[in-house]
């Protein structure tokens, strides 16, 4: 089983959409969570950290379901400048935990005009 | 805003051959990470650094990998004779114990 899973997509959405991505984690020791945002062949970009209470920034949501061992993010009001591909990340399990980023494949969005 | 840089933004580089990628990491950050991405895969881990030392590494990073932090400012990561298969995005990534910043990365083009 992969230890951060996610639907690769594509997602093709028109602007103005309501979009949300899923992912999963398989060690239920994982203390943090994040979703980042990776351009074409940029640097992954810290979107926001996900809480346990869930937690929003503008027209982004995530949530998180510790029992579950699932991640959510949701965006609201798609723009054009959105798309992007969103990654699902884990950090730190288990003992001499180094805050190592454990990441996802990926989910791709394409926000069309 | 401070931010990690790293260069070069691409090396080539012939099979065989040692590379050195370098980062500058955010000032007041302790903790330093390498990640790579070959072309179309996810992000991966390779090691963390932390107190003059590693923490952390993962299988990737083995004998013909190294890292230091030899003049308290800039992180190196050595590939002492590259093969085809280390074509990849290295990334640097800095923090002070949560959110990771990441450089934009250096493109390494092994031929």
């Known amino acids: 089983r992969k230890e951060v899973e996610q639907d690769p997509g594509p997602f093709n959405v028109p602007e103005g959409a309501t979009v949300a991505f899923n992912c999963t984690y398989s060690?239920?020791?994982?203390?943090?969570f994040f979703w980042y945002r990776q351009d074409c062949r940029k640097e992954p970009k810290l979107l926001m950290s996900v809480y346990s209470s869930g937690n929003e920034d503008g027209r982004f949501t995530a949530q998180l379901n510790r029992a579950s061992q699932y991640i959510s993010l949701l965006i609201r009001d798609s723009k054009l400048s959105d798309s992007a591909t969103y990654l699902c990340v884990v950090r730190g399990h288990g003992s001499g935990n180094t805050g190592k980023l454990i990441f996802g494949q990926g989910t791709t969005l394409q926000v069309k005009p | 805003e401070p931010e990690v840089t790293q260069t070069p933004s691409h090396q080539v580089t012939q099979m065989g051959q040692e590379v050195i990628l370098r980062c500058v990491p955010i000032?007041?950050?302790?903790?330093f990470y390498w990640y790579r991405q070959i072309l179309g895969q996810k992000v991966e881990f390779l090691v963390s650094f932390y107190n003059n030392e590693i923490s952390e590494k993962s299988e990737i990073f083995d004998d013909q990998f190294s890292v230091e932090r030899p003049d308290g400012s800039n992180f190196t990561l050595k590939i002492r004779s590259t093969k085809l298969e280390d074509s990849a995005m290295y990334f640097c990534a800095t923090d002070r114990g949560k959110e990771q910043y990441f450089g934009p990365g250096t493109r390494l083009t092994v031929t």
């Open positions: 000032s007041n950050h302790l903790y």
């Open positions: 060690n239920s020791a994982s203390q943090s």
